[in-house]
């Protein structure tokens, strides 16, 4: 481990130049802009002028202590929460504000809003299902409802996203009868039903027992691996380690470091870095 560093905070971490099919200067759109994001609840602000940069097909990775803000900026991007300055856009349209060239932000139609949230899917600790529906009718419904995909090519879709997660026999099962990790493996294919242009997951196996993460994980190793941009908040080091291309670490509301997992879970640039991973440092030594 490197010698202690100052700390030195950084808000503003954009995507790396030199993934594959970048260019030299890195010249494809984010699929994921975040500018100057602030959040406050009453007198605690929980977010702190956050910017982030996410390309496409890339996999972020954001850690760090309980109540730093993690979960509060992936309800930001979807607009499940309204934030108090900054915008976001997902693809270079932007959800909910839009700047207007004089330094401020005009809020979007409501039905410009909703359409923008069909580009997200977020998937939650909690599953979420409908429990008076079976699997396939949890999975359809929203496809045939707000997107107006017929029955048939809903049902048709559904059927391989189960077959992509191992639940292809559970189509018609109950969510009641389905364990904690396959309600969870549902939940993410209810959200990519929608093809979505970006997932969002919040701590998605901590409410799992530990013998059911490794499916659910699986599953969105699966994901990464197809090309689907990613968010992800988990306290999972290890996964973290082997999916993410960039681990963000956040605290009191704002980015502290980011960079490839290597550098940020084996050779942290600052104090605080260290004493959070200080914890699971045995587990990666190689």
């Known amino acids: 481990m490197v010698d202690t560093l100052n700390d030195a905070s950084s808000t503003a971490i954009d995507g790396p130049g030199d993934r594959p099919g970048d260019g030299a200067a890195g010249q494809r759109r984010p699929m994921l802009s975040i500018s100057g994001i602030s959040k406050r609840f009453g007198e605690h602000q929980v977010l702190r002028d956050v910017s982030l940069s996410v390309m496409p097909g890339e996999v972020v990775v954001v850690i760090g202590p309980s109540g730093s803000g993690k979960t509060t900026l992936l309800r930001c991007i979807n607009l499940l929460e309204d934030y108090d300055s900054g915008t976001v856009a997902v693809d270079g349209e932007p959800i909910g504000y839009r700047a207007d060239g004089s330094g401020g932000r005009t809020r979007l139609p409501e039905r410009a809003i909703a359409a923008s949230r069909e580009k997200i899917g977020i998937v939650f600790q909690s599953y979420n299902l409908f429990p008076h529906m079976n699997v396939l009718e949890n999975i359809v419904a929203a496809p045939v409802r707000v997107k107006h995909v017929p029955r048939a090519a809903a049902e ?73 941009t990613m968010v992800v908040v988990t306290h999972e080091m290890s996964f973290a380690r082997d999916i993410a291309d960039r681990i963000v670490f956040m ?9 490839k997992p290597e550098e940020i879970l084996f050779a942290p640039r600052t104090e605080r870095v260290r004493a959070f991973l200080k914890r699971y440092n045995d587990r990666y030594r190689l």
Not at 210 to 219: F, I, K, N, S, W
Not at 251 to 259: P, Q, R, S
């Open 156 to 228: 048709a879709r559904a059927r391989e996203l189960l077959a992509m997660v191992g639940l292809s026999d559970k189509a018609a099962e109950l969510p009641v009868r389905l364990s904690g990790g396959q309600q969870q493996r549902v939940a993410i294919v209810r959200a990519l039903a929608m093809e979505p242009k970006i997932m969002l997951f919040d701590e998605v196996t901590s409410a799992l027992d530990p013998e059911l993460v490794g499916e659910v994980l699986a599953a969105m190793q699966q994901l990464a691996a197809q090309g689907m």
């Open 251 to 259: 605290d009191g509301g704002v980015i502290v470091e980011a960079g």
